[in-house]
């Protein structure tokens, strides 16, 4: 099952700021709706640990993201592979930040794929909760940023 989802928002800070932001872990990760903790490997390669709740199913996932492109200050994309309850996500998401007067413009797209038993079980749940969680987590870098 594919999740897409994408937007845009301004913020008053320098592209530059804004990028060093998005490309910290220390500053963003924590911003993950339910997010219990990380683990730093080498500049490009963490691994976060979030709550997940679906239906009947609980439990805590661990996914593991790269910073798979860094051209500061216009872009920034993760990837990430991880292991849900009941099934394995893979995803990547990424950030385009451009000029917009005397701040930043922030447009940001990204996929979600889950596989295993998760999606026969909460099947219509998956898409709703995920966009739902990708728009806190946007409100969050847009609070953080402001």
């Known amino acids: ?15 530059e700021q804004v990028f060093d932001f998005l490309t910290d872990p220390q500053k963003f990760a924590p911003l993950l709706p339910e997010f219990q903790g990380m683990s730093v490997e080498d500049p490009t390669h963490f691994t976060v640990k979030v709550n997940v709740g679906i239906s009947h199913i609980k439990g805590t996932a661990n996914v593991r993201m790269e910073l798979a492109q ?42 979600a794929q889950i596989f295993g038993r998760l999606t026969s079980v909460a099947g219509g749940l998956l898409e709703p909760l995920g966009r739902k969680n990708v728009q806190k987590l946007i409100n969050g870098l847009q609070a953080a940023l402001s």
């Open 70 to 111: 860094a051209e500061r200050p216009t872009r920034a994309q993760y990837k990430g592979q991880g292991s849900v309850a009941g099934g394995n996500v893979s995803l990547v998401a990424g950030f385009d930040v451009s000029p917009n007067g005397d701040g930043a413009r922030v447009a940001w797209q990204g996929e």
């Open 1 to 15: 099952m594919a999740i897409k989802f994408n937007g845009e928002f301004e913020v008053k800070r320098t592209p």
